[in-house]
């Protein structure tokens, strides 16, 4: 509702000044007062910065212009400004502040500023080459601080998820560990022999299998009962075990 009744007065005044251009008037005689856009910026990265520390996202960002206006005219009067974040804050492309400009608490007209928000978070890199299906260690990687953009849920930022996992390409020194890269170790390799187990109404069977593929614990993979010379599907238990899974 407000926003219709800034564009209805944005629409009456564009109608006052060609009326006032036609009787000789210019835009500085109708509008006499330039707005401070310092002081519009300074409020609508206050705007930004309340929006921030109420998502309860700790980490550093940093705010920077990315489209204001040339010049802003206004009448006579008392200016204010009235922030709307109607798309949020953005962490990629830029993040668009309404700033509704008020005269004596009046709406004047509604300007749209444009910034860049960079927010930077404490991720894991590689501190030397690290080759695919490597278990890590703590020596590995480092933590570095990083711009992260909207891609901040795919890195790592602690220890514990890292340790032990494997990744699925080889890196270089510096590089970002990518959250989609990593992965639990093989136990089981392809062509290994496994102890098969058939579960079905109760009545447990164990058989000898072969592995046709690679994979970790919890991982379904492709097997061979050694007898039938059947394939079936079953999810790796250990080292030597992979549960027949029926569909």
């Known amino acids: 509702m407000r926003r219709l009744c800034v564009l209805f007065a944005a629409v009456c005044l564009l109608a006052a000044a060609s009326v006032a251009c036609a009787y000789g008037k210019t835009a500085a005689d109708l509008y006499p007062q330039e707005v401070s856009l310092e002081e519009m910026q300074r409020e609508a990265i206050a705007f930004i910065d309340e929006a921030m520390l109420k998502s309860g996202d700790t980490r550093r960002y940093t705010v920077e212009k990315a489209s204001m206006p040339r010049v802003v005219r206004a009448p006579e009067g008392a200016v204010s400004f009235v922030p709307s974040l109607p798309y949020g804050v953005r962490f990629w492309g830029s993040t668009a502040v309404y700033m509704d400009v008020l005269v004596d608490g009046k709406p004047f007209r509604t300007i749209k500023c444009q910034f860049k928000v960079h927010v930077f978070d404490r991720v894991a890199v590689a501190a030397r080459p690290i080759v695919a299906g490597q278990p890590l260690t703590a020596g590995d990687f480092r933590f570095e601080e990083q711009e992260v953009g909207s891609r901040g849920k795919n890195f790592l930022t602690e220890q514990d998820e890292i340790v032990g996992k494997v990744l699925s390409r080889s890196v270089s020194i510096g590089a970002p560990l990518w ?33 046709l593929e690679a994979g970790h614990a919890g991982e379904v993979i492709r097997v061979r009962n050694t007898s039938s010379r059947k394939v079936l599907r079953g999810r790796i238990v250990d080292e030597a075990t992979v549960e027949i899974v029926h569909s």
């Open 179 to 211: 959250r989609t890269m990593l992965k639990l170790p093989d136990i089981i390799k392809a062509g290994a022999p496994v102890t098969l187990i058939s579960r079905v109404n109760g009545v447990e069977v164990k058989i000898d299998g072969v592995a």
